[in-house]
Every structure is written in C-alpha cells, then in structure tokens.
T-cell receptor, first 112, second 113 residues
C-alpha cells in the first residue's frame, strides 16, 4: 500500500534557527512528490514538485530534496511567518491514478 | 494570479439533508479533484474528474456522493444524505495536466448536526 510518513509531527524553532523536515514514502512507482504549506483553516498551498532522486528545488528560505525513499524540506534562517503545517504528498505511477496521497504533516512554529 | 475558489466557506446542515459544495477551478485546467480533511487528520482523496467523467474514486466516495461539471466553469460535489461523519473540510483542486501540481481552493467547512 502506498504510504507517506512525515516527521517530526511538530517542531518549534527560534527565528534564524535552521532545520529540516522529513517525508519518507513507500510507493509502487513514484510519479512525483509534492510539498505544500497549509495555514490554519486554509487550503494547501503548493510549494514544490520533485520527480526524480537527486532533484532539488528552492524558494526563498525553503529547499526541497529527494532520494529514492525520502524527501527533506530544509528551512534556512526561518522567520515567524514561516509558521504553518508543511504537507508532503506523493503521486504514484501507472493507470488512471493522479491522486495525491498525503502525510499527516509537520506543524512548524517559529518564535521571534 | 489564477486561483481555485469555493463556496460556501462554511455549511451547516442537519443529518440526512443533501448538500452541494461548489468550486470554480482555474480556468484552463483540465483535471479536477475533491479531497477532504477531518479535523486533525490527513488530507484524503475523494474523486478525480477529467473529460466530463470520474477517472478515479476512493472507498470514501460511495453512492451518497456525486460530482458534476454543470457548465464550463463550475465543479460541484453533492452529498445526498449527510451523516455526522461527513463533517470535515472539503477541498477542491485542479491541475493543468496529468501528473502536474494540483492547486487547492480555500475549502468548505461542512458541519453535520
């Protein structure tokens, strides 16, 4: 069964304190891995898509990387406005399926 | 910047009543989806829709659920007879192509009493 596990469940950082969030996945074949940001009571906001091992994407203080088993979201010198839940999702190869399979997310709190 | 919109933002209904949740996907997108998120749980796939038909549905999407694209802009999710356990945030999403990133709307919070 295709599955996504994210860790840690929650992370509290001081402003400027860099860290990484982990997303490990098991899927029959990976079409793509997606990172989203979700603010309370809002819909997921697209951040990155990664398609193959070794690929990296960057946006401001965020960098996403991908291996054959996991992805990391690195946050460099975070600010309080980076506080949110970060969701990882995978899309499997094959057939008609283009559904996203989500993990439970990492709740990030950045304190000033 | 184009975005997915959803109405209403909050819907309260009595158990057994029918509800229709509405979405306007991004205008040039071809693939449409509904997901739901029960409070404190993960986002779950319900159904995908392409070329005016369902392309995939999950086990959650039983006979009580239906989707429709009644015109060129709207995409709706109908729950025929709501249950208490249908209470959740319902998100509509759209993508421009198969396998591309999906863009989500702000959600409709459904409360079934």
């Amino acid at each position: 069964e295709d599955q996504v596990t994210q860790s840690p469940e929650a992370l509290r950082l001081q402003e400027g304190e860099s860290s990484s969030l982990n997303c490990s996945y098991t899927v029959s074949g990976l079409r793509g891995l997606f990172w989203y940001r979700q603010d309370p009571g809002k819909g997921p906001e697209f951040l990155f898509t990664l398609y193959s091992a070794g690929e990296e994407k960057e946006k401001e203080r965020l960098k996403a990387t991908l291996t054959k088993k996991e992805s990391f979201l690195h946050i460099t010198a975070p600010k309080p406005e980076d506080s949110a839940t970060y969701l990882c999702a995978v899309q499997a190869l094959g057939g008609a399926t283009n559904k996203l399979i989500f993990g439970t997310g990492t709740l990030l709190a950045v304190q000033p | 910047e184009p975005e997915v919109t959803q109405t209403p933002s909050h819907q309260v209904t009595q158990m057994g009543q029918e509800v229709i949740l509405r979405c306007v996907p991004i205008s040039n997108h071809l693939y449409f989806y509904w997901y739901r998120q029960i409070l404190g749980q993960k986002v779950e796939f319900l159904v995908s829709f392409y070329n005016n038909e369902i392309s995939e549905k999950s086990e959650i999407f039983d006979d009580q659920f239906s989707v429709e694209r009644p015109d060129g802009s709207n995409f709706t999710l109908k729950i025929r007879s709501t249950k208490l356990e249908d209470s959740a945030m319902y998100f509509c999403a759209s993508s421009g192509d198969y396998g591309n990133e999906q863009f989500f709307g702000p959600g409709t919070r459904l409360t079934v009493l």
